[in-house]
């Protein structure tokens, strides 16, 4: 079977379910005060194609599944009927910034891009946690702007954030397994938005993950999926092939530049 397809997360999804069990949305393990032993926080995000994002909120839905979904405050993500059918279905929906990257690093003007898009998304769905986006056209980290104990001070206690997710949450027993670049390879075409986890979270092929989901795998993961990337269509699954491949010479053309 093809991998990034519904059909092929469909797969993993019910590996997980097997194997792990318990699903948690970020707000509520931010917010737990116990954690089950075993667990997969299901992170999405929405980069771009929001229509992709709700087939598969749907489907979750119907397999009894709960992820956040991360939206930029962008045309090509944020679309107000999508984000409410998803929050509708009991998904959680999150802030995917790039506040730093669109002000060329200025951390005061930063703090108040995110406020602003903060404020746009909370006038359509209650927002409570927040992920960067890793923008890899521009040099900057947008974690950066927590670096500064006042803003990270604000972010909590005055913009009411329980967590920034590569920020507040500690990956070291938790397998971090991501789909950026269009593989399982843990973040080989991955520049910025990375975990430093002491398990293993790369696999050489889909089929290679789904073994390890279903044989006895590490009982806490995260699971990152872009929606975007996962068609059922055949020609509509070749040029999104065709898009990655490009976007990842791009980056690794990037990490050479800037080493």
């Known amino acids: 079977m093809r991998d990034f397809t519904l059909k092929a997360y469909e797969r993993y999804i019910v590996a997980i379910q097997k194997s792990i069990g318990h699903f948690f949305r970020f707000d509520e393990f931010l917010s737990a005060k116990e954690m089950p032993e075993a667990f997969c926080l299901l992170k999405h995000d929405v980069d771009r194609k ?50 730093l990257s669109d002000t060329n690093g200025d951390i005061e003007k930063a703090v108040k891009d995110f406020e602003k898009n903060l404020a746009m998304l909370r006038k359509t769905v209650p927002i409570k946690t927040c992920a960067m986006h890793g923008q890899p056209l521009k040099p900057f980290d947008n974690r950066d702007i927590w670096r500064v104990k006042e803003n990270y001070d604000y972010l909590k206690n005055e913009l009411g954030i329980l967590g920034e997710v ?47 989901l279903l044989d006895k795998p590490h009982k806490k ?3 990152q999926v872009h929606p975007e990337r996962w068609r059922d269509n055949y020609f509509q699954w070749l040029v999104q ?19």
């Open 50 to 99: 929001p229509g992709r994002a709700l087939k598969m909120a749907r489907l979750e839905n119907k397999m009894g599944v709960k992820a956040t979904y991360y939206f930029r405050a962008k045309r090509c993500s944020y679309n107000v009927p999508v984000i409410k059918e998803i929050a509708s279905l009991g998904h959680e929906i999150g802030y995917h910034y790039e506040s």
């Open 166 to 212: 590569y920020w507040d949450i500690d990956y070291t027993d938790i397998a971090y397994i991501n789909d950026t670049g269009r593989n399982w390879t843990s973040g080989e075409d991955n520049l910025k938005d990375k975990v430093v986890s002491g398990i293993n979270g790369g696999f050489s092929s889909g089929e290679e993950l789904l073994k390890y």
């Open 221 to 223: 993961i995260c699971f």
């Open 241 to 259: 092939l065709f898009k990655d491949f490009c976007i990842n010479i791009i980056k690794r053309l990037l990490k050479l530049i800037r080493t």
